[in-house]
Each structure stands twice: as structure tokens, then as C-alpha cells.
């Protein structure tokens, strides 16, 4: 499908206003993400959300590419409010954590937004507060499977856990509140749970 284009039309060499352009895209065929801000869409109309296709890409370096190629083929511009998104999960992974810290440095338009070990512990802090590490990106997934029965990559809950969303927003709080208490700089390898899910919402207005 082609890419929708939000250059400003012109009619009678006068610019016509629209909404800020919020892109977003995820990992591969994760389709989670998707759906999770797209019950977004409709309720908080301050930004029209569109997602970025990136093929089966999970590489932070690729995913920037592409994501950079749709900021400008679409003509957004920060000066008109756009924003874009990249959520990604870290999986205790070191390496990736280190390159996306590099890559960020280098654009200023398009921010990652990453979740250690995968974006379910935003889903858990809907449903309670917790410090525990998780050894890796299946262990928040049973965890949720706790609240949701039933739980697995690509099923929309978003309906499941909005009641729970102001419980949510305490909870990363909290939990941001707890690493800088120890001193562990958040989005480390060492800061685990950890979730930047938040901030895409509090631009929405959600939060």
C-alpha cells in the first residue's frame, strides 16, 4: 500500500492547516504495537498516528532508515508538530542498547522509544507495581499471561487494560523514581523492568 503523503495543498496559493503527523513503527511482523496505539487514534485527535511498514527489520540502524525515508516523503516537518517513533524492545541485550544510544545521538527528529526486556511491562504496571529483573522478553509475556489469559504477541488488549491506565502512569513513575534511587541511569542494561511507552502517550495527551 502506498505511503499516504501530508504535504500541505495548496488552494489559491494559500497553505490549508492540518493535524501534527505522529509516525510510529515497530519490530518486524510484531503487530502489537500497532494496535496498541491505534486504540489511541480516534479518542485523542490531536495527532494523526500512522505507522511506518518496515518490513521483517528488527536492526535499530535499518528501522531509522526507513523511518527517516517517511519523514521525508511524507514533508513533516518539527516545526509543524510532527513526531516519530520507534518502539523497540532491548531484551537485556547490551549491544542494542549501546547502538540505539548511538543512533539517537545522530537524529533529532525520530526518537526510539524502548522497553527492557519488551514493551509487556508497560502492559504489567497496568496491573501492578514491580522491581523484579526479568531474564528475558518470554518473561514478561507469562507474566501478563497472569492478567490476560490467554496472552501472546500480536493479540489486542488495548480495550482489556485503558481502565487500568491512570494505575499505569503511577506505576512508571514509581519505577523511574526507584532506579534513580539506586542510581541506575534509566535505559541502561541494568535497568530492568524498564518502559518509554509512557512518553508517546503523554504527547498524546493520554497521561
Not at 5 to 11: E, H
Not at 38 to 59: A, P, W
Not at 87 to 106: E, G
Amino acid at each position: 500500500m502506498a505511503e499516504r503523503n501530508f504535504k500541505k495543498k495548496k488552494r489559491n496559493n494559500v497553505q490549508r492547516h492540518r493535524k501534527p503527523v505522529m509516525l510510529i513503527t515497530g519490530e518486524g511482523k510484531n503487530k502489537t504495537e500497532q494496535l496498541y496505539f491505534s486504540s489511541f487514534n480516534e479518542q485523542h485527535g490531536n495527532y494523526v498516528i500512522r505507522f511506518v511498514k518496515t518490513g521483517l527489520d528488527t536492526d535499530p540502524s535499518r528501522m531509522l532508515r526507513s523511518m527517516k525515508k517517511a519523514w521525508t516523503a511524507n514533508g513533516l516537518n518539527t516545526k509543524n508538530g510532527d513526531k516519530a517513533y520507534i518502539v523497540l524492545d532491548l531484551d537485556c541485550d547490551p549491544q542494542k542498547i549501546q547502538k540505539i544510544k548511538s543512533l539517537q545521538k545522530s537524529s533529532k527528529n525520530i526518537k526510539f522509544i524502548v522497553s527492557n526486556p519488551c514493551i509487556e511491562v508497560w502492559f504489567i504496571l497496568h496491573f501492578k507495581y514491580t522491581t523484579h529483573p526479568f531474564e528475558d522478553s518470554k518473561d514478561p509475556k507469562k507474566e501478563l499471561a497472569k492478567y490476560i489469559p490467554g496472552y501472546k504477541e500480536n493479540m489486542d488488549i488495548s480495550e482489556k487494560i485503558r481502565p487500568y491506565l491512570e494505575k499505569a502512569g503511577e506505576n512508571i513513575k514509581k519505577l523511574t523514581e526507584h532506579f534513580n534511587s539506586i542510581n541506575i541511569k534509566w535505559g541502561d542494561v541494568d535497568c530492568n523492568p524498564m518502559t518509554e511507552v509512557d512518553t508517546i502517550l503523554k504527547e498524546l495527551g493520554v497521561l
